[in-house]
C-alpha cells in the first residue's frame, strides 16, 4: 500500500525549531520527487519546499528561504523538513505528497497525500 506519514509537528515558541518527517513507504523513493505544503486555517493549501528525486535539486517557498531545509534519506525511505526560526505565520497543518521526478509548483500534479501534521506557533 502506498503511503506517506507525516510526523514531528508541535508547539513552538517564536524563533524555535521542528524537524518533520515524512515517512514512505509501498513504493521505492528513489523515483520520486516530495513536497512539503501546507494549509492554515481559512487559507489555500500553498507548497513549502520540494526535492527532486534523481539530482536532489531542491525548491523552496520564498517566506521559508533560508531558514527552511528539505533533503532525503533514501535508505531509511524518508524525507524531512527542517524548519528554523519559526513565525506565528507557520502554523499550519504540513502535509507531504509524491510526484514522479521532479517537482512542480502544481499541487494537483502531487499523489498519495498524508494525513498532516500540525504546527502551532505560539509563546
Known amino acids: 500500500q502506498v503511503q506517506l506519514v507525516e510526523s514531528g509537528g508541535g508547539l513552538v515558541q517564536p524563533g524555535g525549531s521542528l524537524r518533520l518527517s515524512c515517512a514512505a513507504s509501498?513504493?521505492?523513493?528513489?523515483?520520486?520527487?516530495i513536497g512539503w505544503f501546507r494549509q492554515a486555517p481559512g487559507k489555500e493549501r500553498e507548497g513549502v519546499s520540494c526535492?527532486?528525486?534523481?539530482?536532489?535539486?531542491?525548491y523552496y517557498a520564498d517566506s521559508v528561504k533560508g531558514r527552511f531545509t528539505i533533503s532525503r534519506f533514501n535508505a531509511k525511505n524518508t524525507v524531512y523538513l527542517q524548519m528554523n526560526r519559526l513565525t506565528p505565520g507557520a502554523a499550519a497543518v504540513y502535509y507531504c505528497?509524491?510526484?514522479?521526478?521532479?517537482?512542480?509548483?502544481?499541487?494537483?500534479?502531487?499523489?498519495?497525500w498524508g494525513q498532516g501534521t500540525q504546527v502551532t506557533v505560539s509563546s
Open positions: 505528497a509524491k510526484r514522479p521526478f521532479t517537482c512542480t509548483t502544481n499541487l494537483l500534479n502531487f499523489d498519495s
Open positions: 526535492i527532486s528525486s534523481s539530482d536532489g535539486r531542491t
Open positions: 509501498g513504493f521505492n523513493l528513489d523515483h520520486y520527487a
